[in-house]
């Protein structure tokens, strides 16, 4: 069964907040996993990915995946009006890109000046 | 730069007609793909292609086919356009990931919002 749960937002922080966004899974044979950033009027960008379990960092950001609890998170610190988007998470077993993701809803970020 | 393009941005039709979404590429990707996105639904699947002339469905492939002639081109069909199908529709081409570590990267074309009446 693929199926991940992306709490929709809207979420609105304070500019220079420490962000936390959040996926739960149901299927334990992901084992790729993505954000992906999505601007009002585009197509989604890829922000980071991460392989099985872990923490991964990316200037601002980070990226967390809990296997055991099926639960992955995308931190953002200092966060600046240029963050506010909307962000979802991206899941695929195998990796290889043939097969399609298997998005969350995506949650709608707000970073107020 | 990577470039994923689209036929449209806006596109209104009438409920019965034929509709064609073209969707280019020009990243030489193997992997093409249709997505519908609707408020509180997400990115949801309706066919990908991993070769020119093969395809498979997606998740919500009712109602729509793919077309995959040359490597460079995607098209999605509804053959007979309803109004439930007005919705954001989503193209991407992907890299061949699953090595080292790394997935595939989908990168996504701007979009076509199509409003059926």
């Known amino acids: 069964q693929k199926e991940v749960e992306q709490d929709p937002g809207p979420l609105s922080v304070p500019e220079g907040a420490i962000v936390s966004l959040n996926c739960t899974y149901s299927?334990?044979?992901?084992?790729?996993f993505m954000w992906y950033r999505q601007y009002s009027r585009k197509g989604p960008e890829l922000l980071m990915y991460t392989y099985s379990s872990g923490n991964k960092e990316d200037g601002r950001f980070t990226a967390q995946v809990d296997k055991s609890s099926k639960y992955i998170s995308l931190f953002i610190r200092d966060s600046q009006p240029s963050d506010s988007a909307t962000y979802l998470c991206?899941?695929?077993?195998?990796?290889?890109?043939?097969?399609?993701?298997?998005f969350g809803k995506g949650t709608h970020l707000i970073i107020q000046p | 730069d990577v470039k994923v393009t689209q036929s449209s941005r806006y596109l209104v039709k009438r409920t019965g007609e034929k509709v064609f979404l073209e969707c280019v590429q020009d990243m030489d990707h193997e992997n093409m793909f249709w997505y519908r996105q609707d408020p509180g639904l997400g990115l949801r699947l309706i066919y990908f292609s991993y070769d020119v002339k093969m395809k498979e469905k997606g998740d919500i492939p009712e109602g729509y086919s793919v077309s995959r002639e040359k490597k460079e081109r995607f098209s999605l069909i509804l053959e007979s356009a309803s109004t439930n199908q007005t919705s954001m529709y989503l193209c991407a081409s992907s890299t061949v990931g699953g090595t080292s570590g790394r997935p595939g990267e989908q990168f996504f074309g701007p979009g076509t919002r199509l409003t059926v009446l």
């Open positions: 299927n334990s044979a992901f084992q790729y």
């Open positions: 991206a899941m695929s077993d195998s990796g290889g890109g043939a097969d399609g993701l298997t």
